[in-house]
């Protein structure tokens, strides 16, 4: 129906500006492929959302097959066909195999993330003479119920990068790009790994539409323009959470520690030493090196930015900046605002996002200016010694970057203080040992 159909173009319109192109080393857009070679399991068992809570139940699901071929790409038929029926197995085994008591792999709860395979080396060589390229699909899924864990989830698995390594070694050989996708709601590890793909893509948990999505960003028909929302460590252990992350019980179970005494460590409770730092606020502020900046994300095209302005009115901070695209495709710009604090006797990051606006698409040559407003509160951390939120007087400093790493121009403007009243009922009671950066 038209209805259905105007959704359907909304969805995957709204989903291609959300996808990250993390890696390009000049291979997209795709120019001249009509076939590739598909691989990993979720190529063809597309990951539209997560589960638990973040289960959306959708009439459809456009895998990377279907959205390839509406873009006029075809996949290679062999291996096309393993993956087909591979998935069609894994299913009905999933199925056979589940334990009713486990409430988190019933179907209401979402999709899961059938097993990789493994491809035979003469099967990965039989399918390069047939294809222009490479595609390999890593996929991660996750719920409140089944968190994620380090080996399996965040690191590459060793079938994951069996796979990487050798489609890259025939694939290169032959002149041929590798490209991969990771269809994933959060991060993964990429530093081992990244130097082995042509380009990557972060595509997420897309939606119904999310092959269609990808296959638009792949052929130039969508200029990339998300920004990864979240910093990418080059390991988990980067994250200064980590020390004191919760982890299963390994020498004893609960019951043969009770009556113990002692409450024990990341089991009966959890420090959070890590205060204010957490994600971007401590790679930057620390100056920890990471494997993609929060904010980051690639473009098919350049952008210029210019005369940045900021003008305090009242309780609000306005800020205007000129963007001009300078490269030779239409696109779309996020441009990030980053305020850096006085120093005022509390702990601050080096800097925080305080707002972010988009272009409209812009021609080549084409110029917008963007307004954002910032309120005075929002830029209050809280004075536990006063009970209150606090903004503190003195001089600020904008930066107007591409992502936290990468400032265009700055800035500054005088500001009063700002003070809100609270109490101090829940003053901790025990001694805290928390991250500072002096």
């Known amino acids: 129906t038209p209805d259905l159909k105007a959704h359907a173009a909304i969805t995957r319109q709204s989903a291609a500006e959300g996808i990250v192109l993390l890696q390009n080393k000049g291979v997209l857009p795709l120019k001249g492929i009509k076939t590739v070679a598909l691989f990993g399991v979720n190529s063809y068992d597309f990951l539209h959302c997560g589960c638990g809570s973040g289960n959306v139940n959708v009439p459809y699901v456009i895998d990377m097959v279907q ?18 029926k591979y998935a069609e197995y894994a299913k009905v085994k999933f199925e056979a195999d589940r334990e009713p008591t486990k409430w988190f792999q019933m179907p209401m709860f979402g999709k899961v993330k059938l097993p990789e395979i493994e491809l035979s080396q003469r099967c990965i060589d039989e399918s390069c003479p047939e294809a222009d390229a490479a595609i390999i699909t890593i996929g991660r899924q996750a719920g409140e119920g089944t968190d994620r864990s380090l080996e399996e989830e965040f690191n590459i698995t060793p079938l994951e990068r069996q796979l990487i390594d050798r489609v890259s070694d025939a694939f290169r050989k032959a002149g041929k790009p590798v490209i991969v996708v990771i269809n994933s709601g959060s991060v993964i590890e990429t530093v081992s ?61 609960f019951k043969e520690m009770k009556g113990w005494g002692a409450p024990i460590k990341g089991v009966d ?37 210019s005369k940045p302005t900021v003008k305090v009115n009242g309780d609000n901070v306005t800020l205007t900046v000129q963007v001009k695209n300078t490269g ?9 605002i980053y305020v850096t604090a006085p120093e005022a006797g509390l702990e601050k990051p080096s800097k925080e996002l305080k707002s972010f606006a988009k272009t409209r698409s812009l021609a080549p040559g084409e110029s917008q200016t963007l307004t954002m407003t910032i309120p005075v509160r929002d830029l209050a951390s809280y004075d536990e010694q006063n009970a209150q939120w606090l903004t503190a007087a003195g001089k600020y400093t904008f930066s107007f970057a591409a992502n936290i790493d990468d400032v265009r121009c700055i800035a500054t403007a005088q500001l009063k203080q700002y003070t809100e009243k609270t109490t101090d009922v829940l003053a901790p009671t025990e001694p805290l040992n928390l991250l500072k950066r002096k």
Not at 284 to 296: I, L, N
Request: a negative charge; charged letters at 20%.
């Open 269 to 305: 409770f959890t420090n959070h030493e890590e205060d204010i730092y957490v994600g971007y606020r401590y790679f930057d502020s620390f100056q920890k090196p990471v494997a993609y900046p929060f904010g980051f994300g690639l473009s098919y095209t350049t952008f210029a930015y």
């Open 193 to 253: 790994w990244r130097d082995r793909a042509d380009a990557i893509i972060m595509a997420w948990q897309p939606g119904e539409e999310g092959g269609n999505s990808i296959a638009d960003i792949m052929t130039g028909k969508v200029c990339p323009s998300g920004k990864v929302t979240m910093t990418w460590p080059i390991t988990a252990a980067d994250h200064p959470s980590t020390a004191n992350f919760p982890q299963d019980m390994t020498l004893y179970s």
């Open 67 to 84: 959205g390839l071929k509406s873009a006029g790409i075809s996949t290679t038929k062999t291996l096309t066909e393993i993956y087909q």
């Open 328 to 336: 030779k495709v239409e696109g779309k710009e996020a441009v990030q």
